[in-house]
């Protein structure tokens, strides 16, 4: 168990370009989240993936942004034509429901900071 | 929808003193809850949870938390803090159907601990 792994672990882009940002779960882990967290604020969801398919996005998704779980591995968030609103930490967590509940596993996160 | 509220943003604590981090969570049902630390450039590292069963839960690095029902709260401590403590500790309430959990964080309390 390698934990959960994003890359890059920082990005700096320009206004208006594309970023894509991976996250590689633990490798027997169907379930994947990916969350936005702001400064001085805690994580928020963005969307779930079980397996290969997206089950739910938060409204906070623009359609700027999208997120793909191919073969139900690893994860891509790509955000297109950037804002700088779009500044955060991005943190993927993964999951394998035991018992009752299905224990998240967070990843290091990218930060992302658009100029 | 459940929420998470951290009334300390920062609390400052000599090391060796007690700790007591607030934490309130509404949500409808009985509640799925956490306390997660985050050390800076680190992903979330889950310290306890509380599902069901014993109002008093032990998590790791000497952490314990306390579900109190009729005041909402889900508050930690630790007797005795040590330096590497310092961190930012984020309260959340998980709530899903289907077999997932969709997370909410509280804003987070940042704990300083001075010699």
């Known amino acids: 168990d390698t934990g959960v792994s994003q890359n890059p672990r920082h990005k700096i882009t320009k206004r208006g370009q594309n970023v894509t940002f991976r996250c590689d779960p633990i490798?027997?882990?169907?379930?994947l989240y990916w969350y936005r967290q702001t400064l001085g604020q805690g994580p928020e969801f963005l969307t779930y993936?079980?397996?290969?398919?997206?089950?739910?996005k938060s409204r906070l998704l623009s359609d700027r942004f999208s997120a793909e779980r191919p073969k139900g591995s690893f994860s891509t968030l790509e955000i297109q034509r950037t804002e700088q609103g779009d500044s955060a930490m991005y943190l993927c967590?993964?999951?394998?429901?035991?018992?009752?509940?299905?224990?998240?596993?967070f990843g290091p996160g990218t930060r992302l900071t658009v100029t | 929808a459940q929420s998470v509220t951290q009334p300390d943003i920062h609390i400052t604590v000599s090391e060796g003193a007690s700790l007591e981090l607030r934490c309130n969570y509404s949500?409808?049902?009985?509640?799925?809850l956490f306390w997660y630390v985050q050390s800076p450039g680190q992903g979330l590292q889950l310290l306890l949870k509380?599902?069901?069963?014993?109002?008093l839960v032990q998590g790791i690095k000497g952490f314990e938390a306390e579900f109190k029902r009729s005041q909402s709260s889900f508050n930690l401590r630790k007797p005795s803090v040590h330096w590497s403590d310092a961190a930012e500790y984020f309260c959340?309430?998980?709530?899903?159907?289907?077999?997932?959990?969709?997370?909410?964080f509280g804003t987070g309390t940042k704990l300083q601990v001075i010699p």
């Open positions: 967590a993964s999951s394998s429901r035991t018992g009752e509940y299905d224990e998240q596993y």
């Open positions: 490798s027997e882990h169907n379930r």
């Open positions: 993936f079980q397996n290969e398919a997206q089950l739910e």
């Open positions: 949500y409808g049902a009985t509640p799925y």
């Open positions: 509380y599902f069901s069963g014993d109002t």
């Open positions: 959340a309430v998980g709530a899903g159907s289907g077999g997932y959990q969709k997370v909410t």
